[in-house]
């Protein structure tokens, strides 16, 4: 990852930015729940491994950012996705495309940086 890192650092993606991800899972009596979250681009890694490993622990997320919005269902109602959009300053149409989340931050980061100069 070529990112900035430290909180001083005007640039450092995890002041500027957050990779948003739907996650789904079973609640404790068995019916399904979906939750978007938050990961900070340093933690995104990490979070994926954990993703992979089954061991992601919403109640205890802070490591990783933040927890947006949950609740019971198979998924969001589509004024939810658009209300995180617009909290994130994201558009909602590009969601769940394939991208490559640190790729995209380092491009908006750069273009900050050329716009200071």
């Known amino acids: 990852m070529n990112l900035p890192t430290g909180p001083n650092d005007?640039?450092?993606p995890d002041n500027l930015s957050r990779v948003i991800m739907l996650l789904y899972g079973q609640m404790d009596h068995g019916g399904?729940?979906?939750c978007y979250v938050a990961i900070?681009?340093?933690q995104f890694e990490a979070f994926k491994a954990a993703e992979k490993?089954?061991?992601?622990?919403?109640?205890n997320f802070d490591a990783f950012?933040?927890?947006i919005v949950s609740a019971e269902g198979q998924t969001p109602p589509e004024e939810?996705?658009?209300k995180v959009a617009e909290m994130y300053g994201a558009d909602a149409s590009t969601?769940?495309?394939p991208i490559d989340p640190i790729a995209e931050i380092t491009k908006k980061i750069d273009e900050l940086k050329a716009n200071d100069e």
């Open 32 to 34: 399904p729940f979906w």
């Open 40 to 42: 900070k681009p340093s």
């Open 65 to 67: 950012g933040e927890v």
């Open 80 to 82: 939810v996705t658009l």
């Open 10 to 12: 005007k640039y450092d």
């Open 53 to 59: 490993a089954g061991s992601i622990d919403l109640y």
């Open 95 to 97: 969601f769940f495309q």
